[in-house]
C-alpha cells in the first residue's frame, strides 16, 4: 500500500522554485530553490552537503521582496541525474522569526492559487 507523503506534511510546500539561493556562513554551494515550505526548502547544489550540516539560509520571496534569513540543517542529499545540479538537498529550518514564517506561508499560499488556476 503506497503512503501520501503529501498528507504527512505539516506545512504545504510551493509549487514552482525560486532562481536563487544565498547561503551565508555555509559551504557557499548552494544554487536554486526547488520548493519551499514554513518548514523547510529543497534546494540544488553541484556537490554533496553532507547530513546535519548548520546553515544559515538568506533569501528573497519572489514578487514579494521579503528577505528570509533563517538557520536550518541539511536532512537529505540525494544524487539528481539532470542538469548541471548533481545533488538535492533539504534543509530542515531550526531557526527563523515569526514574520519570516508567516512570509513563507502567504507565499506558498499564493503559490498553489496561481499553480491552480492556470491548471
Do not use: Q, W
Amino acid at each position: 500500500m503506497a503512503i501520501d507523503t503529501e498528507e504527512r506534511r505539516r506545512y504545504p510546500r510551493s509549487r514552482r522554485g525560486m532562481p536563487l539561493m544565498t547561503d551565508e556562513a555555509g559551504p557557499g554551494i548552494l544554487n536554486h530553490v526547488d520548493n519551499i515550505s514554513a518548514n523547510g526548502v529543497l534546494c540544488h547544489t553541484i556537490k554533496p552537503v553532507p547530513l546535519m550540516t548548520r546553515l544559515r539560509i538568506v533569501l528573497e520571496l519572489p514578487h514579494s521582496k521579503h528577505r528570509i534569513d533563517a538557520e536550518g540543517i541539511v536532512v537529505r542529499c540525494d544524487a539528481d541525474d539532470r542538469g548541471d545540479d548533481r545533488f538535492k538537498v533539504a534543509i530542515l529550518f531550526t531557526r527563523m522569526d515569526d514574520e519570516d514564517h508567516a512570509a513563507i506561508r502567504h507565499f506558498v499560499d499564493r503559490d498553489l492559487a496561481d499553480f491552480d488556476e492556470e491548471e
